[in-house]
């Protein structure tokens, strides 16, 4: 094939004849002239075909070509400004074409379609602009994680999905058979990035998690990714300084790298280039008189926050807000109680701007091992399960601490969607195990 380009690289080609490899996702004409819109996987392009250079036959079968048909074609790259795409600004004249096949009658048009309707066709749906904008963005997110973690000395270890015990609470556990023994999958990495600290005192994992949740909101999914850094030394205070320069730098890389993306999903990014450190830090107590003073009178100290609750408080701030020092009775068993405040435990939450709800949660742990027992069997534990969480105490104990950074809610707040089932490819959800 001569001068092979994918489109987003055709503004370097102008006044060259190349060669486009993609789908058709628009068609219109007016008289001896036809223009096509083309898709590959970098981009959209006019292509025009123009009557009297074209053979009359491939003339003919263009102008009746179905959407999503599969073409190669050949031909001039102009800049014209008015031209549509992605990027706009180029358009490509059709000097030759082959048709790779032509597509049955596609059943997603530019008619409205119902939530359901695009779910069950995600296997298609992906290929609209806009879904291909979001795992862009998504995939730029993943990058600038690795990227900031990479070259921050923390050492990428990955944990297992196939566990014996429940990392955070039992009630959302999927249970399977190993051989005949139970066996769970993962909710999270950290009980055993909390090993790898004691070996490499920086590190993370990166990869899906699952939770059984029987709820049905527009920010929990079955299955998400999660990227959970733990390190040796660092206490809640510090924990903090690390998380806000970790999410500043997502926010601004996706700005910086993203903007044609952002620009197809309508992103008003005015919020988000005010994502940098610091983020204000506010206490558990003192969210709750927020509460108090901002129409939820009722609220009771000790309770979790609800979607409304923790928008409300977002709302009170520019940037993200971290809120800390949660009620130990309604965190995980492994979080450090305050010393001389046992109700209340060293946790942090971090809260998007703009109602996207929670996209960290972390704390510092438990180092003691008699507390931690103690805990475990206050949780009513099976203790054998976690005998190797209780040796990390035994050998060289230090305060430690790390966090849990939900990809989908990261992506639904960046990307400005109001529910997480556009931020993965394949969502599951509870009712939704299909495609
Ligand atoms: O707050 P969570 O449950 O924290 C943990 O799992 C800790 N073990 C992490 C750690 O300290 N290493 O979950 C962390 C984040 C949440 O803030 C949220 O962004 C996301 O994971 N998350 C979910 N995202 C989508 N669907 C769900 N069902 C989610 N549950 C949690
Ligand atoms: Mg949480």
Redesign the pocket.
């Known amino acids: 094939m001569e001068n092979l380009i994918r489109i987003e690289n055709a503004k370097d080609h102008v006044g060259e004849t190349v060669t486009i490899r993609g789908w058709l996702t628009l068609k219109t004409g007016k008289g001896k002239l036809l223009f096509l819109r083309v898709r590959d996987g970098s981009g959209i392009i006019q292509a025009v075909a123009f009557k009297p250079d074209l053979d009359p036959e491939l003339f003919q079968k263009l102008k009746h070509l179905p959407l999503e048909s599969s073409f190669i074609i050949e031909g001039e790259v102009r800049a014209d400004e008015r031209a549509p795409g992605i990027p706009g600004g180029y358009e490509i004249g059709i000097k030759d074409a082959r048709i790779v096949q032509e597509a049955e009658e596609y059943p997603i048009g530019p008619k409205e379609h119902g939530v359901e309707f695009l779910m069950d066709h995600r296997h298609l749906w992906l290929r609209s602009r806009r879904q291909w904008a979001i795992m862009r963005v998504r995939a730029e997110i993943i990058r600038a994680i690795r990227d900031w973690l990479d070259s921050n000395g923390y050492l990428n270890v990955d944990n297992p999905i196939l566990t014996p015990s429940a ?2 609470g039992t009630t959302t556990l999927f249970k399977t058979d190993y051989f005949g023994e139970p066996a769970y999958l993962s ?4 009980l055993y ?1 909390e090993a790898n600290i004691f070996a490499f005192e920086k590190v993370y994992c990166f990869g899906p ?1 699952f ?1 059984a ?1 029987k709820s049905k909101t527009r ?4 299955e ?1 990714w ?1 990227v ?1 850094p ?1 390190m040796a030394w660092v206490q809640l205070d510090e924990l903090m300084d690390i998380e806000e320069q970790f999410v500043s730098y997502i926010v601004q890389r996706v700005l910086k790298n993203k903007a044609e993306e952002l620009k197809v999903l309508g992103r008003d990014t005015s919020r988000l280039e005010k994502v940098v450190p610091p983020f204000p830090r506010i206490s558990y107590d003192e969210a709750v008189e927020l509460l108090h003073e901002g129409g939820f009178p009722d609220f009771q100290w000790g309770d979790d926050f609800g979607s409304p609750h923790e928008t409300y408080i977002a709302e009170q701030f520019e940037k993200p807000v971290f809120v800390h020092h949660y009620p130990t009775e309604s965190k ?1 068993f492994y979080m450090e109680p305050e010393p001389g405040r046992p109700e209340v435990c060293r946790s942090v ?2 809260l998007a701007p703009e109602g996207y709800g ?6 510092e742990r438990m180092s003691d091992p008699e507390k931690l027992l103690a805990s475990i069997r206050k949780h009513n534990l099976p203790e054998d399960a976690y005998k190797w969480y209780l040796d990390l105490r035994r050998y060289g104990s230090v305060p430690h601490s ?5 990809v ?3 992506v639904a707040w960046i990307c400005g969607l109001d529910h ?1 089932r556009e931020t993965i490819a394949y969502p599951r959800m509870l009712n939704r195990l299909y495609p």
């Open positions: 990392a955070e909710q999270s990495g950290q990035n998690t939770r949740e920010r929990h999914l079955m998400f999660m959970e733990e995980a939450d971090l929670e996209i960290t949660g972390g704390s790390g966090f849990g950074l939900g989908e809610r990261t997480v």
